[in-house]
């Protein structure tokens, strides 16, 4: 049974940093694009970064592009999400997901259905 579990959240003041990481059982980690949602309160999950298999090319959505550094370490099956220079609006459960990759890489997984595989979440919370 493939399994998610991310680590790392925590509540810092605006303007700080977090390092979330995610941990996979999945036998052929290597061939999934990885990425991360977020879920504030009351509101639907956001995509806020993919990461394809390979050499790792990194997809940002608008509002944490270059602020957030999305990682991975194939050889650990682990994935890493570096947050700097946070905002309140920053805060939310932060998931990662897991699709197997397709032909062209994964610029296309960038959606909720896309995914197949989702971790619990961790809490990120940024006061101002």
């Known amino acids: 049974q493939v399994q998610l579990m991310e680590s790392g959240g925590g509540s810092v003041q605006a303007g700080g940093s977090l390092t979330l990481s995610c941990e996979a059982n999945?036998?052929?980690?290597?061939?999934?694009?990885m990425a991360w949602f977020r879920q504030a309160p009351g509101k639907v999950h956001h995509w806020v970064a993919t990461?394809?298999?390979?050499?790792?090319?990194?997809y940002y959505a608008d509002s944490v592009k270059g602020r957030f550094t999305i990682s991975r370490d194939n050889a650990e099956k682990t994935m890493y999400l570096q947050m700097n220079s946070l905002k309140p609006e920053d805060t939310a459960m932060y998931h990662c997901?897991?699709?197997?990759?397709?032909?062209?890489?994964?610029?296309?997984?960038?959606?909720?259905?896309?995914?197949?595989?989702w971790g619990q979440g961790t809490q990120v919370t940024v006061s101002p």
């Open positions: 997901a897991a699709a197997r990759s397709k032909r062209g890489g994964c610029g296309w997984a960038q959606d909720v259905s896309d995914f197949t595989y």
């Open positions: 999945i036998g052929d980690y290597s061939s999934y694009c």
């Open positions: 990461i394809s298999t390979g050499v790792g090319d990194p």
